[in-house]
């Protein structure tokens, strides 16, 4: 076993043997963290005590399942998004930074366009963990929110999310806007984050990702927008004459996403928002207003 005794020589080793691993070297913190119950200020405030038996005998072995390409997110049995903390494991996409931004650019169109109209109808298509679904329902009290998983595996993991988080939510199981279209629904937001990376690219992702995470969550087709294709056939099925379209979409699929968008609702207006690091991540059409 590595050799070490106080917090900060763990921290050092950790740190030292991720990143040589090429591994994020902040997750050292994160698991000394966990493990020891601490918020990061007082971990930082304690780094010359010593670290008990049981707990570094728990971080080393978890530093080295890291190390073999197990994401943190699994370990510690969660992933912070949007200021909450989401429980996720195997059965569900671990949310991502990028998907916040879709969700705070999402919600500042409802503010601009709904205002403080009651009841208004949001679909959510993909569930995973709940990310998405649960943040827009705690986040705008006025939203009457719906999601859609084709797994019931994950929608179990988001119904758990939902329930400790306090977040009123309806579930359904299906494939897409299917469940909304058998029993006549219709909304005015359609939101998701499909799956969107193209088949070839699988191979070339980390072993963190595809070893890992569902395919079903994250493969979409050869060029990955099969899903895209298949939402602008249903979309318009389920959408009220006023609506808002809001996607997550891969790096350089914006503008292909867009013209499908333009295509399907010829009067929309629709945009490509680039990601707080520069890269096309979301596409957002407003239709009828």
Not at 44 to 58: F, I, N, Q
Not at 126 to 133: D, E, P, R
Not at 162 to 187: I, Q, S, W, Y
Not at 209 to 222: N, T, W
Request: hydrophobic share 45%.
């Amino acid at each position: 076993m590595a050799e070490f005794q106080k917090i900060f020589e763990a921290l050092k080793w950790a740190s030292s043997f991720l990143r040589e691993n090429g591994r994020d070297e902040n997750i050292a913190e994160m698991l000394l963290c966990h493990y020891l119950g601490m918020s990061r200020a007082k971990l930082l405030g304690e780094l010359r005590e010593e670290l008990d038996g049981a707990v570094k005998e728990k971080f080393v072995a978890a530093v080295d399942k890291v190390v073999s390409g197990v994401p943190v997110q699994h370990i510690i049995g969660y992933e912070e998004f949007y200021g909450r903390r989401f429980t996720v494991n195997e059965e569900v996409l671990i949310p991502r930074p990028e998907t916040e931004e879709l969700v705070q650019g999402l919600l500042a169109k409802i503010k601009r366009l709904f205002g403080t109209t009651e009841g208004i109808k949001v679909v959510d298509v993909g569930t995973g963990s709940g990310a998405i679904s649960i943040t827009l329902a705690l986040e705008n009290e006025h939203l009457n929110v719906m999601t859609v998983d084709i797994a019931k595996a994950s929608i179990d993991v988001a119904k758990e999310n939902a329930n400790r988080l306090g977040a009123e939510v309806t579930f359904f199981e299906g494939d897409l806007l299917g469940p909304l279209m058998d029993k006549g629904l219709k909304v005015d937001i359609v939101v998701s984050n499909p799956p969107y990376i193209p088949e070839e690219d699988i191979p070339t992702l980390s072993i963190v990702v595809k070893d890992h995470e569902p395919l079903r969550a994250l493969v979409g087709g050869q060029d990955g927008l099969d899903f895209y294709r298949r939402f602008m056939k249903e979309i318009p099925l389920v959408l009220k004459e006023k609506g808002i379209v809001a996607f997550e979409v891969g790096i350089g699929q914006g503008e292909s996403v867009a013209s499908m968008l333009r295509d399907t609702f010829p009067r929309a207006t629709v945009e490509v928002v680039n990601d707080i690091n520069g890269k096309d991540r979301m596409v957002f059409a407003e239709i009828g207003f």
